[in-house]
């Protein structure tokens, strides 16, 4: 599976929305983009996850570059609820199942 | 949306002790499950691949006879401490495969915070 890269931290104001970046310059043909988040003490949260199209659910839009090399996580109008670690996680389909957890980006919703 | 459920969320035990952890899919059945551990501040690391029916599949460097994986059912996996130490005491956690439309996207019990006295 494709190696991401996210920071390790980032800041957001509550109420504005938070950009969470994402690297994956190795990304190959099949291979989805994952996005979790893990709130203190408590297990991953499914978010969103998309192949090479834009998606957008209830929770967050998922921005892919066209060459798949990189993407973003947008959570339009954040809340201090939104503070976590996320997780961006790339993997095929076809490679089995296993998720590789990174490092992730801390996200701190600001007031 | 799916629920992985995840028994007990704390246990404390004395050293030497083995400590049995359950992790069930409450609303699907799951052909595949996955243990995690999370050291303070850290990131998780992938422990073993269970599967329902057969021997789990066990990642690098995980002692496969220190921590037993029992997948007996659709809907249910359990790992088994044996003989802990203080060194196993971390937060474990395990995860799901959703079936149907969600069968890429992984589905994670709350976790269990295992203390080692």
């Known amino acids: 599976d494709a190696k991401t890269t996210q920071p390790p931290s980032m800041d957001c104001a509550e109420g504005r929305a938070a950009n969470l970046p994402c690297n994956h310059s190795?990304?190959?043909?099949?291979?989805?983009v994952y996005w979790y988040r893990q709130i203190h003490s408590q297990g991953p949260q499914y978010i969103i996850h998309?192949?090479?199209n834009n998606e957008t659910n209830e929770m967050a839009s998922l921005i892919i570059t066209e060459d798949r090399k990189s993407s973003t996580l947008i959570l339009p109008h954040a809340t201090l609820r939104d503070t976590a670690v996320y997780y961006c996680?790339?993997?095929?389909?076809?490679?089995?199942?296993?998720?590789?957890f990174g490092t992730g980006t801390s996200l701190t919703v600001i007031p | 949306g799916a629920v992985v459920s995840q028994h007990p969320s704390w246990v404390i035990c004395k050293s030497g002790t083995s400590v049995k952890i359950e992790c069930r899919s409450l609303?699907?059945?799951?052909?595949?499950m996955f243990w995690y551990r999370q050291f303070p501040k850290q990131s998780l690391m992938l422990m073993a691949t269970?599967?329902?029916?057969?021997?789990?599949?066990?990642e690098q460097g995980v002692e496969k006879d220190k921590f037993l994986i029992n997948h007996a059912s659709l809907t249910l996996s359990t790992l088994t401490v044996t003989s802990a130490h203080p060194e196993d005491s971390s937060f474990y956690i395990c995860?799901?495969?959703?079936?149907?439309?969600?069968?890429?996207?992984?589905?994670f019990g709350a976790g269990t915070r295992l203390s080692v006295l």
């Open positions: 996680i790339v993997r095929s389909p076809n490679t089995g199942n296993q998720f590789y």
């Open positions: 609303d699907f059945q799951a052909t595949t």
């Open positions: 269970s599967n329902e029916g057969s021997k789990a599949t066990y």
């Open positions: 998309g192949l090479k």
């Open positions: 995860s799901a495969r959703g079936l149907g439309s969600g069968k890429n996207i992984q589905y």
């Open positions: 190795t990304i190959s043909g099949n291979e989805y």
